[in-house]
C-alpha cells in the first residue's frame, strides 16, 4: 500500500494484507501481453480470473520478469540507494557492474580487489575496489564494502541495461487438477498427523500447565499473532515459556539481541522461565500449534512462522513465504547451523527452497529429520 500526504507526496510503501477496502484492488504483472489484453477486457474480475486460468491452465508457472530498475539517483544518498538495489534485488552485481566477479553464493568483489579465501562473504555483499578483506573476516549482507579510496579507479563501462533480468524465482501456477489434488493430500495429511499428535500428547498438557502454573502461575498458554497464507493473521499458540512482563524486558534488552535479523536471541535469556527452558529444549511448548494445524492455520510443515513486523521488515521476495501456510517445522529447523551472524540468512535461504521445491516426499523427509533430532536431544 502506498502512503502519501496531502500534496500527495510519497511517504512510504507499506505491505497490507488484512486492509482491503473498495478503494484498494489487486494488480497482475506479466510480461505476455495476450494475457494483459484479456485482462482488459473482462466486465468483471471474476471472469477475468476464469479467463486468466484458462489460458494458463497448460503452464507451469507464469515467470516475473523485469527489464530495468527505476530508481533516484541525485547525490550520494539516491547512488546508494540505487547500488544497494542493483546488490540485493538483481542478484547480478556482475552484470551490472564493471570488473566485478561473483565471489561466492550472492557476493561479489571487484577483480582489483584482495578477498582472502578464509573470508566469509554471508548474503547480498560487494566488495570494492582496491578493498582488502583478510582471512576470519564474516560480512553479513544485504551490504556494500565500497571501494578503498586511495585505488584509482578503472574508466567506466558501459552495461546493456536492457539484458538485465530479475532473479528465477516464478509465480506458481500449478497443473489445475494436479495443484488441487496435491494441495488437498497435503491438508488431509495434516489433519490427520495433528489428530494423531494431539491425541498422544494432550495427556501431557496438564503437567506442563501445572509446572507453569507452580513457577509463575497463569496464564499456561501464548498466543503471538503470525502471518498465514496470503498474510491473514492468526493466533500462533505455544506452552508460556516466559515470565509475563516478557514483552516489556525485550524493549530493555534490546542492546543485547544477537539475531542477524528481526527476530529477538539471547542466548541466556534472562525472560526464560525453568520450566520453560524445559519445554524449549524438547519442542514441548511448541505442542499446542497442531491445534492451529487443525484450524487450518497452519502446516506440519512449511516455512517458519513469521509476525507482521517482520514481514515488513524483509525485503519484497520473501513474501513468496506466505503463499503457503507455515508450518510447526520445516527445512529451516532440520539444516539450520546456528552459527553467529548467519540465522536469519539462513532462514531466509531455506524457507525460500522449501516453497520453490515443495514435494510431498519431502515433506515426509523433513518430518523424519525433525523426529531424528528430537531422540537425540532425548538421548
Not at 265 to 271: E, T
Amino acid at each position: 500500500m502506498v502512503h502519501a500526504d496531502a500534496d500527495d507526496r510519497l511517504i512510504g510503501i507499506r505491505r497490507e494484507y488484512s486492509q482491503r477496502t473498495a478503494a484498494t484492488g489487486r494488480a497482475w504483472l506479466t510480461p505476455d501481453p495476450a494475457l494483459a489484453a484479456e485482462w482488459r477486457e473482462q466486465r468483471s474480475a471474476a471472469h477475468a480470473v476464469a479467463t486468466l486460468r484458462r489460458l494458463s491452465r497448460d503452464r507451469q508457472s507464469l515467470p516475473v520478469e523485469v527489464r530495468g530498475v527505476v530508481t533516484g539517483s541525485h547525490g550520494a544518498p539516491g547512488q546508494t540507494r540505487w547500488l544497494n538495489a542493483a546488490v540485493t534485488q538483481m542478484g547480478q552485481a556482475e552484470r551490472v557492474f564493471g570488473g566485478v566477479y561473483p565471489f561466492s553464493n550472492r557476493a561479489w568483489a571487484h577483480e582489483t580487489a584482495s578477498v582472502d579465501s578464509g573470508a566469509k562473504l554471508i548474503g547480498s555483499v560487494l566488495v570494492g575496489a582496491g578493498r582488502e578483506i583478510p582471512p576470519g573476516t564474516i560480512a553479513v549482507g544485504p551490504g556494500i564494502l565500497w571501494d578503498d579510496p586511495s585505488t584509482t579507479l578503472p574508466a567506466p563501462v558501459k552495461i546493456p541495461w536492457n539484458t538485465l533480468r530479475s532473479s528465477d524465482w516464478h509465480l506458481s501456477r500449478g497443473k489445475g487438477l494436479s495443484a488441487d489434488l496435491r494441495r488437498g493430500f497435503k491438508r488431509l495429511f495434516d489433519i490427520v498427523f495433528s489428530l494423531c499428535v494431539l491425541l498422544v500428547t494432550v495427556p501431557l498438557y496438564p503437567f506442563i500447565m501445572l509446572a507453569i502454573y507452580l513457577e509463575d502461575g497463569r496464564p499456561f498458554f501464548f498466543a503471538h499473532p503470525r502471518e498465514t497464507v496470503g498474510g491473514r493473521e492468526f493466533p500462533c499458540y505455544k506452552f508460556r515459556t516466559m515470565c509475563r512482563d516478557a514483552e516489556r524486558m525485550k524493549r530493555e534488552l534490546a542492546m543485547a539481541n544477537q539475531a542477524d535479523g528481526p527476530q529477538f536471541f539471547i542466548s541466556d535469556d534472562p525472560r526464560l522461565l525453568r520450566v520453560g527452558k524445559f519445554l524449549r529444549k524438547f519442542q514441548l511448548d511448541e505442542l499446542p500449534q497442531f491445534w492451529n494445524v487443525l484450524l487450518g492455520h497452519m502446516s506440519v510443515v512449511g516455512p517458519r512462522p513469521s509476525p507482521e513486523r517482520e514481514n515488513q521488515y524483509s525485503p519484497a521476495w520473501r513474501e513468496a513465504r506466505l503463499s503457503v501456510r507455515p508450518g510447526v517445522t520445516g527445512l529451516w529447523q532440520v539444516r539450520r547451523t546456528r552459527e553467529p551472524l548467519t540465522d536469519f540468512q539462513e532462514w531466509i535461504r531455506y524457507d525460500l527452497e522449501y516453497v520453490r521445491h515443495y514435494s510431498f516426499a519431502r515433506d515426509m523427509k523433513i518430518v523424519v529429520e525433525t523426529i531424528v533430532q528430537l531422540i537425540k536431544v532425548i538421548r
